[in-house]
């Protein structure tokens, strides 16, 4: 997998907090409505509020399908690297959405050695 590759994750999971974001927005009070309090042009706009947001709610689920599936192809490939340091290093940036000066400190290295070490490794100087 290349770098690439392997960041697709990253973007999905802003995606779905972006996806959470625009849900909660858009939801806020609309429970605390009762059909019975409104009049019958209400009852419709109502319930027709009621269906965007349930249709925002499918999409946000299926960007977490997605999601999910990607971690798991990711983590199935990081599994496969025979090396434990990289492998860590891999799954703290992939996964976990570390930063390298995150990663380093973690690791008691520079920023820079950890991002040359995963690097090295995805392109084939190991």
């Known amino acids: 997998m290349t770098e690439q590759e392997l960041s697709k994750y990253f973007w999905l999971k802003k995606e779905v907090q972006d996806l959470e974001e625009r849900i909660a ?10 059909i019975k309090e409104l009049n019958v042009e209400g009852s419709s ?4 509020i009621q269906e965007k947001i349930v249709q925002l709610k499918d999409l ?16 199935s490939f990081i599994n496969n690297i025979p090396d434990a340091e990289i492998r860590t290093i891999a799954r703290y940036r992939f996964l976990d959405l570390k930063k390298w000066d995150e990663i380093g400190s973690i690791m008691n290295y520079d920023r820079t050695a950890v991002s040359k070490k995963l690097r090295g490794y995805l392109n084939g100087n190991n």
Not at 25 to 34: A, L, N, Y
Not at 45 to 48: H, I, K, L, P
């Open 25 to 34: 927005t858009f939801g806020v009070g609309i429970s605390s409505v009762k």
């Open 60 to 75: 946000w689920m299926n960007k977490r399908v997605e999601a999910l599936e990607e971690y798991i192809k990711i983590e």
């Open 45 to 48: 706009q109502y319930e027709s």
